[in-house]
Structure formats: C-alpha cells, structure tokens
C-alpha cells in the first residue's frame, strides 16, 4: 500500500481490452477532478459495484485514513455495504436527508475556502501538491453524489456550482451517478456537474464519453479498437487490506494513550468503541453530559471500573468528588485506586482546594522535570531508575455545580479550572467533568476550548447541544436511551461517532476481586471526605462537646437531608445525641 499523502495521478477504472485480448489499465487524469457515471434501468446495481470499487481502491492507495468518503444519496436501502465498514473509523459518512446534506456542504465551502486562502500558492497550486511537503498533510474528501438527489432545493446552484469549480484543487473529488434519464435534466447545476467531468455510461456496453481531459485516452481507445471492463475486484480483500492497514498504523504508532477503557460498540457492532486519553488522540480531558435515565451514570461507572481492571494505582491515581448525594460514587469506596473520594458536597469548597492542590502538584512536577531535562511526565515516566509518577484523574459528577453561584466564585473557580486543564496535560493531571444540564451556568469558553473530548447521551434541548458540542450540532436530539455521540474533536460535526454502550457492571464483585488479586499492599485505600457544611457542623460539634443538646434547634444548626445523617452519626459516636435532636429531624 502507498504511504503518499499525494493523490493518485490517474484513477483506476477497469481495463482496455483491445482486438487482440491486450489489456491495458484504464485511468481517468486526477486532474479531471471526477467523474459521472450514468446507467441504464438494469444496470443499477452494476453501476453501485463499480464505483464501491473504484472508492475502495482510492482508500487502499491513499495514505491510511488521509481520504474521507462522503455519500450523497437519499436511498433508504443501502448501496454502498462494504464502504459502510469504515463508518466507525471515521473514513465514511452517509447523508441521506436534505437538511444534513445541506450542513454538510456548508462545511465543505468553509474547508475549501480556508485551503484556498491559507493553503494553495503558486508553488502548491492543489492539496495533492501541498501535502507532498507539508508536516501536516490535510484530508482528501471523496464525494459520492446521487445527482437525483442531490443538489436539492436547499442548496443553491449558485453555491454548488462555486463549490464544484474551486473542488480539485481543494482536495475535494466527485463521483457523481444517475439514471441516464438524468442527461435531459433541466437543472442548472446537476447540467454544469455532467459537463464539468468525463462521463462513463453502462449500458449493453461501457461507453467513456467525449470530455476535454480525455481526449488523449479515446484517440488510444479509437486508434487500437479498444472496449472497456470495468473494475470488480474482490472488495472483500481490499476491505480487509484497509482494516488491516488502519489497525496495524494504529498499534505501530509511537504515540500512545496513557487510558483506554472499551465504553460500547459501534453502531453496527462490529467495531469496540474505547474512551481514550492520551497523546495518539490528543485528548487529555473529557466532558460528559446526559439527561437522567439516559445512561451518563452507567458510562462513568464502567470507565472508573475499567481504571481498576487495567491500571494500576502507579499509573493512574483516582479523585472522584459527586454532587449527586454522594448516590454515584459511594460505590467505589473500596476502589484500588482512588486517593481521595468527595461525597455529598453541598459547596464548591472542596473544589476550590483541590484545585489548588492540583496545581501545588504542577509546581513540584514542573520542577522535577526540569531538573531530569523533560518536557512532560510521558518523557519522565520512560527514564530509567527513577519512581514513576501516576497519572492523577479528577471525575467530578454533577459538575454544573462547579458553573453556579456568585460570579466572583464561578470567575475563580473557572480560572482555576482553566489553569489546571491547560497545564495539566503535560504534568498528568487530567479531569472528566460530568453533567445533566449547563442551562443556566456560565462555564468559561476558553475552558472548553481546552477539552476537546466531549460525548453526550440524549439531550432535550438544543441549548445543551451548544454548550457541549457548538452552534449547529444537534445529534444528542435524536439518540436513543443507550446511545451516544463521541466527539473527539471539539464537538465538530464531522466528527461525531454513534455509540451503544455497554450495559453496568457488578461494581463490588468486580473491585473484590481486583482487591484481592492484587493484594492490599498494592491498593490504595480511598479517604472519604463529606459535606464542607457538614464540616462545618463537625467542627462546631467537637468544639462544644459540653453542650447541654436540649439547646439546639433547627434554626441554630442548618442542615440538610445528608448533612443532618453525617450529624447525627457523629453526635451519636460522641455520646452526645438527645432526644431533642432526633424531634429537629
């Protein structure tokens, strides 16, 4: 397979066979941009072979995961079965309604508009061209259009025929097909898309039309009386040649994840789909929101389940601190690698001193760091003769708590958050906040910015779409309980994945075993820290422990629900509890 970021300079079609039976490879110029490929009523279905074909041979010539295939087509049975298989890697996307079609061309004019403004020159005067020199080669997209589709009436001639004309040297190459009844179209812009490219008609025989970028082609044609044979190669092999290459690319990159945890499967189930943190996917903290019922809370448990499976507590040392009643975390309070457990919180407190610590911890790093001549904990971890550092993760649930209250507190704490997840990449410090809802919060944008994972189960509204994914990606809209969307690139819309997560796992039994297998010298054991109102309490409580208790009502201690059990308890250790108090309650 070809390791070029280029495109191919010709793309195979088949073979000429000229009146002696010689054949010779028929190839269409790369700078003819595309093709039309029209058939008779019959022929349906050897036309879709023929340009699956075609599409997969591209992906097996072009650098592994360097072409992105796009199938325009409002079928409801599927064409295109064996390109499907490459959904999950992000390599093919299938819009078959108008209005995501018509999104999804906006993207592409934004792409192509930013490549001709920042990217072509006269010495890079296409993609093909530019990416041959280029550290950072760009993406070549493949569109498949069915031009009886597609362009509709909410994308306007005007703009698809700018689109189609600025495409080849944007990296964008068309595949258009059709019924010959399409050649009589009235449609301005499907009649430029059939003169714009060669076209090649099955019918009783194959037939490449006359078109100015293959005129050398038909005079060899007409010169050695030759006919065509349309590419069929076995599209079973090329797949998995393809799966193979993007799997073996992935296992020999040098660029590891320092977490990666199997959270569901693809939507067709074929493909496990993995939460993953680390260098080769250049995301080191992740957002994860959901309405209730939805599944969120199942997620988070079996990713703070798959840390106890697969790491251990050296590698990656657990906070977890809950908003939600202490009702999500508390039962992981014999996890193995959980320094430090927050339950009940009825204040951001506890979030302001953390976060501090957090960065006492990115001052000694830094430090240390300096002094062995590293750049990051990757770098530190790999010397020899030297202690390793864990990975220290914070999974705050609720965390729209951290988002509410007094704008000075939510303008600390934002910043707080900010510095930490900026620089917390490199000193291995790394969060994943979790949440029902942001209506209503002010979480900072340039937060955000910093965590580019962001999965989101079901939502209600669009305005929670915003927030987590940006203006424009609606998909939470329409999931099902179960099903979510895993967007590793900042919430762009290309870049969303549908998932169906794995159902919960018996968390006790599972740490028990864990527990025991490694023994508890190899285990951490979690400090519990409750309520900072309920510390308060305590300490007003261990400050009067002569207190004649028949004094105290309920307006001279305010508690709530889970503070007045974490009060009694202590008053009851105390020896101090009175009837009084229990009639508070």
Request: net charge negative.
């Amino acid at each position: 397979m070809s390791n070029t970021y280029s495109f191919p300079f010709g793309i195979y079609c088949g073979e000429l066979i000229d009146i002696d039976n010689n054949y010779i490879p028929l190839l269409l110029p790369e700078d003819s941009g595309g093709m039309c490929i029209i058939f008779d009523d019959d022929k349906e279905q050897e036309a879709n072979c023929f340009i699956e074909n075609m599409a997969l041979k591209l992906l097996e010539v072009v650098s592994t995961g360097n072409l992105e295939v796009n199938i325009f087509d409002y079928s409801i049975r599927k064409r295109f079965s064996y390109l499907s298989n490459f959904k999950s890697d992000g390599l093919y996307k299938i819009l078959n309604k108008s209005q995501l079609s018509n999104q999804y061309f906006s993207e592409l004019e934004e792409i192509a508009r930013k490549r001709h403004d920042e990217l072509l020159s006269p010495r890079n005067k296409t993609i093909s061209i530019y990416n041959q020199s280029s550290k950072f080669p760009e993406l070549f997209y493949l569109l498949i259009i069915n031009l009886e589709d597609f362009p509709d009436d909410l994308t306007s001639d005007k703009r698809f025929i700018e689109l189609i004309s600025a495409a080849h040297e944007a990296g964008i190459y068309i595949m258009a097909f059709g019924n010959k009844d399409i050649l009589a179209t009235k449609k301005k812009a499907t009649k430029f898309i059939l003169n714009q490219y060669p076209i090649i008609e099955i019918d009783e025989e194959i037939v490449l039309k006359p078109h100015k970028t293959v005129r050398q082609l038909l005079d060899l044609m007409d010169k050695y009386k030759c006919k065509i044979e349309l590419v069929n190669d076995d599209r079973d092999k090329i797949t998995e040649n393809i799966l193979d290459k993007l799997q073996q690319d992935g296992n020999n990159n040098d660029e590891k994840e320092f977490l990666s945890i199997p959270i569901g499967t693809s939507a067709d189930g074929k493909v496990e789909m993995y939460f993953s943190l680390g260098e080769k996917s250049r995301n080191y903290h992740a957002f994860i929101m959901g309405m209730s019922g939805t599944g969120k809370s199942t997620l988070l448990s079996n990713i703070i389940l798959g840390i106890a499976r697969n790491y251990t507590k050296d590698e990656v040392e657990l906070y977890l601190m809950d908003f939600k009643e202490g009702t999500e975390f508390n039962l992981f309070v014999h996890h193995p690698n959980c320094r430090k457990m927050f339950l009940e919180n009825k204040d951001t407190q506890a979030a302001f001193e953390l976060l501090e610590k957090f960065n006492s911890v990115i001052e000694e790093r830094g430090t240390l760091f300096k002094q062995k001549r590293v750049k990051d904990i990757s770098e530190y971890n790999a010397l020899e003769n030297i202690q390793m550092l864990p990975r220290i993760l914070l999974v705050v649930d609720e965390a729209q708590r951290l988002f509410t209250g007094s704008y000075s507190e939510q303008n600390k704490l934002n910043q707080l958050l900010e510095d930490v997840v900026r620089r917390g990449r490199s000193f291995g410090i790394h969060m994943i906040l979790s949440t029902q809802t942001l209506v209503g919060t002010n979480i900072n944008k340039e937060l955000m910015s910093q965590i580019s994972l962001r999965i989101s189960y079901q939502l209600n509204n669009e305005q929670d779409c915003d927030k987590i994914f940006g203006y424009g990606n609606t998909a939470p809209l329409k999931l099902k309980r179960y099903e979510l969307i895993y967007n590793a690139n900042s919430g762009l819309k290309d870049s969303n994945r549908l998932c169906r997560a794995y159902p919960s796992n018996d968390v006790d039994k599972v740490i028990d075993s864990i527990r025991k297998e490694r023994g508890e010298e190899n285990c951490l054991t979690p400090e519990i820290v409750q309520s900072k109102v309920v510390e308060h309490i305590n300490d007003e409580v261990i400050q009067a422990s002569e207190w004649k208790f028949d004094a105290v009502s309920s307006t001279d201690v305010k508690y709530g629900t889970s503070e007045e059990k974490a009060l009694l308890k202590l008053l009851e250790k105390k020896g101090v509890i009175s009837e009084k108090i229990e009639e508070t309650r």
